[in-house]
């Protein structure tokens, strides 16, 4: 199996697609509208990993005039697309659910459970392909995609054993609800963490005023103001602050400077921005407001 990212990506998005074109074509058939809920969910998984594709390629470029910080926040933009049309394609389903909860059609339920077994085999193919553990919050998205798909279609597939063996045809709406439910926890997961980056939101994991009580610890520093801590990226996490500090030679400052990046560096922050001044702030507190 190739290491690299993106070719695990379209790997997976060749697979993504021959399963939709089978739901799609079993669904109608069928008249299965948990086969068709599956199948919308795999339509946007193609246009996620598409789009994953080429931010991906785009996250990669340099640094230039017009992006001093790079490109990376490209993927996170695509993890927001990505998100976004999760819930839509949620409250699509929802709808039918509701217009199917009214009538029930019948359904071809050998035909559906052996598109919806197919369906399954193929979105955990394409779910391992792409692999866990991805930091790369572009890449974790399509992953997530994928695995909701894995978990939708084995609702499919109970759905159509409920109905097979009992036939309370109620079962199929039912578990394209909760296929939607299913969808939108999973984008609004996504999207909240991508807003939250374009927001620069402090990073999970990470609390400003604890930071600036550890480096105000140091004998060396006798306070800090101005602090803010943002994610540039997933996972790039950068710091700003001034601190203050007695008047000394500039030679005597660096040597402090090294000591808080290295602290900072442990806690996983790469990106480091620090002004030293030898006179206290007149604001008094550790946030200077952005007038």
Excluded at 26 to 52: I, Q, R, W
Excluded at 61 to 78: E, F, I, K, M, W
Aim: aromatic share 6%.
């Amino acid at each position: 199996m190739t290491s690299n990212p993106e070719k695990r990506l379209r790997l997976s998005l060749a697979v993504t697609a021959l399963i939709l074109a089978a739901e799609v074509a079993g669904g109608l058939l069928s008249n299965s509208l948990a086969l068709l809920s599956d199948a919308a969910h795999n339509l946007t998984d193609v246009f996620a990993l598409g789009l994953s594709i080429v931010a991906a390629k785009i996250s990669r470029r340099p640094s230039d005039h017009r992006a001093t910080y790079g490109y990376q926040r490209v993927g996170v933009l695509a993890a927001v697309i990505n998100g976004l049309c999760l819930l839509l394609i949620a409250l699509f389903v929802f709808f039918e659910s509701y217009r199917r909860l009214i009538s029930p059609p019948q359904i071809d339920i050998p035909l559906m459970l052996t598109i919806a077994v197919v369906g399954f085999i193929g979105n955990l193919v394409a779910a391992l392909i792409i692999g866990r553990g991805h930091e790369d919050l572009n890449i974790k998205s399509a992953w997530l995609h994928m695995l909701g798909d894995t978990l939708s279609s084995v609702g499919v597939i109970a759905s159509g054993v409920i109905i097979y063996f009992t036939g309370w045809v109620y079962a199929d709406p039912i578990a394209s609800l909760l296929i939607g439910v299913g969808i939108i926890v999973g984008g609004m997961g996504v999207v909240k963490e991508a807003l939250g980056i374009f927001l620069e939101m402090t990073p999970k994991g990470f609390h400003a005023e604890e930071i600036a009580k550890k480096i105000c610890d140091m004998p060396e520093v006798m306070g800090i103001h101005d602090v803010h801590i943002w994610s540039v990226a997933h996972r790039h996490i950068a710091f700003s602050a001034h601190i203050w500090v007695h008047d000394q030679r500039l030679s005597e400052v660096e040597a402090i400077r090294e000591k808080i990046e290295l602290l900072l560096s442990d806690m996983g922050v790469g990106h480091t921005m620090l002004q030293f001044e030898c006179a206290e702030c007149e604001n008094g507190g550790i946030y200077c407001q952005i007038e």
